[in-house]
T-cell receptor, first 113, second 118 residues
Framework: QKEVEQDPGPLSVPEGAIVSLNCTYSNSAFQYFMWYRQYSRKGPELLMY????GNKEDGRFTAQVDKSSKYISLFIRDSQPSDSATYLC?????????????FGKGTMLLVSP | GAVVSQHPSWVICKSGTSVKIECRSLDFQATTMFWYRQFPKQSLMLMAT?????????EQGVEKDKFLINHASLTLSTLTVTSAHPEDSSFYIC??????????????FGPGTRLTVL
């Protein structure tokens, strides 16, 4: 079993839809949870990070962490064609000083106009 | 702020040659830089962690003699792929951690370098 599981998609939605992206993980030591957006042939850019369990909102984006279920989510409201990209979840644990990131494979999102 | 650049963005080379990729933090000092490799539709896999002025720490399964990493200054790290072969063709991405970063110590990623070995 891989440490971080993420459905690769692609996930196709119409403009304006609410998008739900998810990751599951097996290492209970993970404490920081991040979502990155990666456009084709570009490096990842950090969208949001959350420490431990709970929710965090930033504009159209909401990140949720459920440590009891080892499950994290990213919700995108009012999705736009410009949101079309690959979304990667990543996690880190204290034993690495939070410096080692473990990534999911990424979910490709396609938002059609 | 927090910009990381990579050069070149794309390189094609013949099998057996060596290729050097540069990673620079443009507006901050990075004590730690990371090198990742990403195959198509795959996750980013950490290859090594480099700290300024010391030897890099390689992940299990990564050949240190093949992937030479030098972190000579607080703003520059280089990855040299020696005697490259077609199986080394991949997208190489670096990231850097701000020296002044807080407990979270966010990593800022470069735009990546696509290496194609013929």
């Amino acid at each position: 079993q891989k440490e971080v599981e993420q459905d690769p998609g692609p996930l196709s939605v119409p403009e304006g839809a609410i998008v739900s992206l998810n990751c599951t993980y097996s290492n209970s030591a993970f404490q920081y949870f991040m979502w990155y957006r990666q456009y084709s042939r570009k490096g990842p850019e950090l969208l949001m990070y959350t420490y431990s369990s709970g929710n965090k909102e930033d504009g159209r984006f909401t990140a949720q962490v459920d440590k009891s279920s080892k499950y994290i989510s990213l919700f995108i409201r009012d999705s736009q064609p410009s949101d079309s990209a690959t979304y990667l979840c990543a996690m880190s644990a204290k034993d690495s000083g939070y410096s080692t990131l473990t990534f999911g494979k990424g979910t490709m999102l396609l938002v059609s106009p | 702020g927090a910009v990381v650049s990579q050069h070149p963005s794309w390189v094609i080379c013949k099998s057996g040659t060596s290729v050097k990729i540069e990673c620079r933090s443009l507006d901050f000092q990075a004590t730690t830089m990371f090198w990742y490799r990403q195959f198509p539709k795959q996750s980013l896999m950490l290859m090594a962690t480099s700290n300024e002025g010391s030897k890099a720490t390689y992940e299990q399964g990564v050949e240190k003699d093949k992937f030479l990493i030098n972190h000579a200054s607080l703003t520059l790290s280089t990855l040299t792929v020696t005697s490259a072969h077609p199986e080394d063709s991949s997208f190489y991405i670096c990231s850097a951690r701000d020296r002044a970063g807080g407990i979270y110590n966010e990593q800022f990623f470069g735009p990546g370098t696509r290496l194609t070995v013929l």
